[in-house]
């Protein structure tokens, strides 16, 4: 089983980390996904390559340099 870390710029509040969990929580062969977004990054585990995870996040709209319009970020 494949556990993979990667930085999300822009992942910096509750929306942004639902809407990247649910994106990958989606891609087969995930097992679990936990993401912090005080750090800006997501770790996967499951049968699952690296390319195949940021191929997913290429498709997720979070935003870049902190220009989001969800809720309170993270640890602010």
Not at 25 to 52: C, F, I, K, N, Y
Not at 55 to 63: I, Q, T
Request: charged content about 25%; hydrophobic content about 50%; some cysteine.
């Amino acid at each position: 089983m494949a556990v993979i870390a990667l930085q999300v710029p822009g992942m910096r509040c509750r929306r942004c980390v639902r809407v990247v969990t649910a994106r990958l929580r989606d891609l087969p062969g995930v097992v679990a996904v936990a993401a912090d977004a005080a750090a800006e990054e997501v770790t996967v585990q499951g049968e699952v390559s690296e390319d195949q995870v940021r191929a997913a996040l290429a498709e997720v709209p979070v935003p870049v340099n902190g220009a989001c319009g969800g809720e309170e970020a993270a640890g602010r």
